[in-house]
């Protein structure tokens, strides 16, 4: 796991870093494409592509990640799967992308509601194939879709399902978006270790609830450590007097509530000490400065 965090962290940043400082990404809502660019988008497009297919039919252990956050890092805007916030997936699509008519493998497709708001988030596969997280739960994995199967899970809403209804006004709308690089400061590049560090702990196998494991267990030590990073991470996060996005803390806060709630399988004889360290991450979001 480690080693596939690594592996994408390294291609998605140097890639996006070169497509970025080339003008590539902002030459991508144009119909012209200089050959060399198309080589490059290419490049990009096997990186997203092998990735996928490695997660295709997986999911994690931990509820958390869901549809936003996985167009988000595949696209790379994120670089760690977790609990995404509806409003945190619609700030990127409008600092980072830019809305196009006619969608590429690869693009960012969004469904929402004129009323509702943010329903899914997909990747464009081809004009009969995506690729999604559908929802937060664990029993929901990545996977490869048909465009028939998804509209037909996210096409109307829930109520019109339900009664059968085509009216217009049950329909929701479908926009594409192409993605740049974007640049972080000081503060976003401590929450996107955060993320990071939330990836492992949601995907490795070395962090995952075996059948009778305890507080002595190593998977349990393992979680205990990843949160102590956090910890640290969030500490500094304050000495610093950062600000953190709204969305981003209600999308952390909901994360580790689903961790909290994961660590009651383990099998203690002292909640406090089993419950201390996510109890400690969660206090210590609390005191972080939030911007309204």
């Known amino acids: 796991m480690k080693a596939y965090l690594s592996f994408k962290k390294v291609l998605f940043s140097s890639l996006f870093i070169s497509l970025f400082s080339s003008g590539v990404m902002a ?50 805007l994120k670089t760690g799967l977790r609990f995404t916030h509806p409003q945190e997936w619609l700030d990127n699509l409008n600092l980072h992308c830019q809305e196009v008519l006619v969608p590429k493998f690869g693009d960012v497709g969004r469904i929402y509601h004129s009323k509702d708001g943010e329903v899914h988030g997909f990747i464009h596969i081809d004009d009969q194939t995506i690729f999604a997280k559908h929802g937060e739960s664990t029993l929901h994995g990545h996977q490869y879709m048909s465009y028939e199967k998804m509209l037909d899970q996210y096409g109307r809403t829930r109520q019109c399902r339900i009664d059968d209804d085509f009216s217009p006004e049950c329909f929701h709308e479908l926009k594409y978006y192409r993605c740049g690089s974007n640049s972080l400061s000081q503060a976003e590049i401590l929450v996107d270790q955060i993320d990071q560090d939330l990836e492992i702990f949601l995907f490795s196998t070395e962090t995952k609830w075996k059948y009778k494991s305890n507080c002595e267990s190593e998977n349990f030590q393992t979680r205990v450590e990843i949160l102590e990073r956090i910890k640290s991470k969030l500490i500094l996060f304050k000495e610093r007097n950062y600000f953190l996005d709204s969305a981003i803390y209600e999308a952390l806060k909901r994360q580790f509530y689903n961790i909290r709630t994961s660590m009651r399988h383990f099998r203690c004889h002292d909640r406090t000490y089993r419950d201390r360290s996510i109890r400690e991450v969660q206090s210590l979001l609390k005191e972080i400065n939030v911007e309204k």
């Open 27 to 76: 030459s991508l809502g144009k119909s012209e494409v200089s050959n060399g660019d198309k080589v490059e988008l290419d490049e990009r497009q096997e990186v997203m592509k092998e990735l996928m297919d490695d997660w295709n039919g997986g999911s994690s252990h931990i509820d958390g990640p869901n549809c936003w956050n996985t167009a988000l890092v595949l696209s790379g």
